[in-house]
């Protein structure tokens, strides 16, 4: 069936790097723009960055912009975070989101926790 | 930068009852606004899609109408299974969440 699995989260001290993973199967990975969204621990949902289907492309929420990079390996169906110079107010379940048009997240993953904190 | 606001922030509301929560954004989104529900300890789900296209699946009791800056979700009998937290979503430019509206039982 169609899933997202997110993985690679864990405790981090501020300003480390982490790098999550996220593994799509059950559909056509490479024709779908991806998304991470993210939750802060009892707080609403916030957008974090896009990657094109092709990978041509990525645009990211100002307060990750220049420490967070997206990218996708379509070989591998897998989606990922690159978090570099990690804050505590990153410290989040990161998600990541199928974009089935017009940034319609129609398939979510599970998410993965990042906290960081020294 | 558009930004979504959401009222009520939280309800109570009993079985059966008519809900609704609205989400205005601060510029002309035209339709492109998205409603997302999250049960706790859920990822979110995607209810409804450019303002008022119910996703497959996803019961007719809801619905979605609206356009411009003032949009509004209505679940016109609700069901235990609603609970939780209702997102709506603008994509007008880069994605951009409201704050949430939690509906829990009176």
């Known amino acids: 069936q169609v899933q997202l699995v997110e993985s690679g989260g864990g405790v981090v001290q501020p300003g480390k790097s982490v790098r999550l993973s996220c593994e799509a199967s059950g559909f056509r990975f490479s024709s779908y723009a991806m998304h991470w969204v993210r939750q802060a621990p009892g707080k609403g949902l916030e957008w974090v960055a896009v990657?094109?289907?092709?990978?041509?492309?990525?645009y990211y929420t100002d307060s990750v912009k220049g420490r967070f990079t997206i990218s996708r390996d379509n070989d591998k169906n897998t989606l990922f975070l690159q978090m570099n110079g990690l804050r505590p107010d990153d410290t989040a379940l990161y998600y990541c989101?199928?974009?089935?048009?017009?940034?319609?997240?129609?398939?979510w993953g599970r998410g993965t926790v990042v906290i960081v904190s020294s | 930068d558009i930004q979504l606001t959401q009222s009520p922030s939280s309800l109570s509301a009993a079985v059966g009852d008519r809900v609704t929560i609205t989400c205005q954004a601060t510029e002309d989104i035209n339709k492109y606004l998205n409603w997302y529900h999250q049960e706790p300890g859920k990822a979110p789900r995607l209810l409804i899609y450019d303002a008022f296209n119910l996703e497959p699946g996803v019961p007719s009791r809801f619905h979605g109408s609206g356009s411009g800056t003032d949009f509004t979700l209505t679940i016109s009998s609700l069901q235990p299974e609603d609970l939780g937290t209702y997102f709506c979503?603008?994509?007008?430019?880069?994605?951009?969440f409201g704050p949430g509206t939690k509906v829990d039982l009176k």
């Open positions: 979503q603008q994509y007008d430019d880069l994605p951009v």
């Open positions: 989101a199928r974009d089935r048009g017009a940034d319609a997240f129609d398939v």
């Open positions: 990657i094109l289907y092709d990978g041509s492309k990525q």
